[in-house]
């Protein structure tokens, strides 16, 4: 459980939602607030769509070590933000993709997965942002658990889900398989 203050750093806008692909998706409100990098810069976070695809890949192309998978292709992302309606989020700076997470449940359990922010717009509460607005529609739908998974050299990541409230769970390991 973690709450932000707002006042802290930015200044919250709520915005209308509008534009969106379908009549069923950004069942949350965008969010917009300000961050200084030597001016004032808008930045949104709403509800990402495959339109964004290729920024994505850009953004997680620019990230040490491939952060790109098995499942990470069009195809695949295209069909994951379309079972998992209203919890994966970008973050604009005018109509420029800066940082992503994808977020998706089984109906027990949700799940975060590849958050970034690209690395000069880090450390003014982005990623805080769009965990939270992924967490605000997990909950929603009525899920009250989320893993992470976190590479155990990744320093500043482990740092960061810290800061928000995430402890390590030390009895797990975990296992995977191709299929
Ligand atoms: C991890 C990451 C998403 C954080 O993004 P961010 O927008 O800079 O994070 P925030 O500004 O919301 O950070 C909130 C708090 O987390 C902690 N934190 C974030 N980055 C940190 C770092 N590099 N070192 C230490 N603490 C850090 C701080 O306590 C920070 O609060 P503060 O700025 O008041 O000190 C970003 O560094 C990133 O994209 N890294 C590469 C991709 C990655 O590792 N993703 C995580 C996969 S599990």
Redesign the pocket.
Known sequence: MYEIDANEFCIIIKLKINGWPSASRGTLDDIAFRINLGKQMEIVIKELSVDHYDQLLVGWKS?PGSAIGIGDDYDSIKKYLNRNRGLSYGAFYNSKLI?AILADHDGRRGKLNH???LEEY???????RLVEKSITALKSQGIKRIW?L?HNT?I??I??WE?IGFKEVEILKIWGKNI
Do not use: M, Q
């Open positions: 990230l940082g958050l970034y922010v880090r450390k003014n509460k982005i990623a805080t992470i976190i990744n500043d990541a740092k960061f800061s």
